[in-house]
Nanobody, 117 residues
Framework: QVQLVESGGGSVQAGGSLRLSCAAS????????MGWYRQAPGKQRELVAV???????NTAESVKGRFTISRDNAKNMVYLQMNSLKPEDTAVYYC???????????WGKGTLVTVSS
């Protein structure tokens, strides 16, 4: 099994910044794609940003220019630097590790980010 533990969530005013971290442990194969999704109240979970082991990034249009994903392959860590936060960024943010194999897509428990206006 793989365990993902997020940290760094919290409450911030609009325009502020937060940095999320996710530590992966357990039976990690390659850590092919790691990244972040979020789910706001009453909405479906959506992709925020993911990054492949080779460095290819996919970022949601709604956060481009404000959020930056990075990862440390040696430490099995992924980070999300969030700047210029908006109230609509309020959500539970989930760390994800996808080994791109059946049954090998893992989720953390989530960390809450609240942005007040």
């Amino acid at each position: 099994q793989v365990q993902l533990v997020e940290s760094g969530g919290g409450s911030v005013q609009a325009g502020g910044s937060l940095r999320l971290s996710c530590a992966a442990s357990g039976n990690i194969l390659l850590g092919n794609v790691m990244g972040w999704y979020r789910q706001a109240p009453g909405k479906q979970r959506e992709l925020v940003a993911v990054k492949s082991r080779e460095g290819i990034t996919n970022t949601a249009e709604s956060v481009k220019g404000r959020f930056t994903i990075s990862r440390d392959n040696a430490k099995n860590m992924v980070y999300l630097q969030m700047n210029s936060l908006k109230p609509e960024d309020t959500a539970v943010y989930y760390c994800n590790l996808d080994e791109l194999r059946p049954g090998m897509n893992f989720w953390g428990k989530g960390t809450l980010v609240t942005v007040s206006s």
